[in-house]
């Protein structure tokens, strides 16, 4: 209801709405305003969400490079241990094989040899079917050389391994000894033993009565600069 108030020249015109009217409109304008508007403390910043996928980035790469790390020393380690157990086999095997060789039997012999400024000395003892013909299907006894041969006749690279042939006959032909490889790829090796009575290494061992004390074998390694050594006692003593 609109109701005009004053003199002829000017005329107010004044609303006569009842209250409770007004204030329904303005109930009405604040409830559309209350849905348009959103809280600000629900959502996230730009500058939030960047933060939080560095955050996420960084814990990632660290994940990843942790177990790439991991995975390396896995790899390594395997690869070091490939490599170190045909050495630590042959270790095994000269103990087992030189601490039950008889005296006074000419059961151990050793020569030096070099070719081409390379170390390839020989060890020579016999011995039975066993570990140390790796073989046990042997009637007799053998005599063992422990040595380097070509791998071909066409390369240079050299393998150690065990030359096999019957004991007590000369006159046996190439065609009973068998060659059996143990490392491949080795540059040198050099046979040292321990005489007592001169309290010193020497490069020959030809006394077919007595037995080394000490047998030390120092192999040049082609994937490494450093050699392979071991000294191996051929009697048990006590610590």
Known sequence: NVVAVGNRKSLTFMSIAPDNWRSGIQDSRLGQRRIFEIPKSLGFTLLEIILAMA???MMSLAIYRFVQSNLIAVYTSSQVS?????YSEL???????????????????????KLNDRQRDEIRWKCSA???????????????????RPESEKSDQLDLGLLRKP?????????????????????????RY?????NSWVDRWADTARLP???????????SSVPWEAIIPLGRTPY
Do not use: C, H
């Open 194 to 198: 321990f005489e007592p009575r001169l």
């Open 91 to 113: 270790r095994d095997l000269l103990i087992e094989q030189w601490q039950s060789l008889p005296q006074g039997r000419g059961a151990l012999t050793g020569e030096p040899f």
């Open 167 to 191: 004991a007590g006959d000369a006159g046996i032909g190439p065609e009973y000894e068998t060659w059996v490889p143990l490392i491949k790829n080795v540059r040198s090796l050099q046979i």
């Open 82 to 86: 490939a490599a170190e157990a045909p």
């Open 55 to 57: 955050i996420l980035g």
């Open 213 to 223: 004390r000490l047998v030390k074998l120092t192999i040049g390694r082609s994937d």
């Open 130 to 148: 066993g570990s140390g013909l790796l073989t046990r299907y042997a009637l007799g006894e053998f005599m063992a050389l422990l040595r380097l």
